[in-house]
């Protein structure tokens, strides 16, 4: 059974910066595409990063430049940092654990979710 845990949220000032992790059970991460996705209230989940196994990137256009995503494979664990928050930021983050090695969200396995809150 997969089961993946998030931490590592809180309230943060504008300007400051988070690490989220991403601690998965049951599925190797190496083999596997990860993802972060946030939703903000009043708001559908939106993407905000992916990686593949082989592992390429890919970046939200809200993030670009203020994101990093990886992975440690020994720790079996995947992280989101994002520097230089901002208000717009703020909503619960979620990690995805896609089937296959290139992220597709359909059929993904999700967390419970992380909130970030960034004041002004």
């Known amino acids: 059974q997969v089961q993946l845990v998030e931490f590592g949220g809180g309230t943060v000032q504008t300007g400051e910066s988070l690490k989220l992790s991403c601690a998965a059970s049951?599925?190797?991460?190496?083999?596997?595409?990860v993802a972060w996705h946030r939703q903000s209230p009043n708001k559908e989940r939106e993407f905000v990063a992916s990686?593949?196994?082989?592992?390429?990137?890919r970046y939200a256009d809200s993030v670009r430049g203020r994101a990093t995503i990886s992975k440690d494979n020994a720790k079996n664990t995947a992280y989101l940092q994002i520097n230089n928050l901002k208000p717009e930021d703020t909503g619960v983050y979620y990690c995805?654990?896609?089937?296959?090695?290139?992220?597709?969200?359909?059929?993904?396995?999700w967390g419970q979710g992380t909130q970030v809150t960034v004041s002004s």
């Open positions: 995805g654990l896609a089937r296959g090695g290139v992220w597709d969200r359909r059929g993904a396995n």
């Open positions: 049951g599925k190797t991460l190496s083999r596997y595409a």
């Open positions: 990686i593949n196994s082989s592992p390429g990137t």
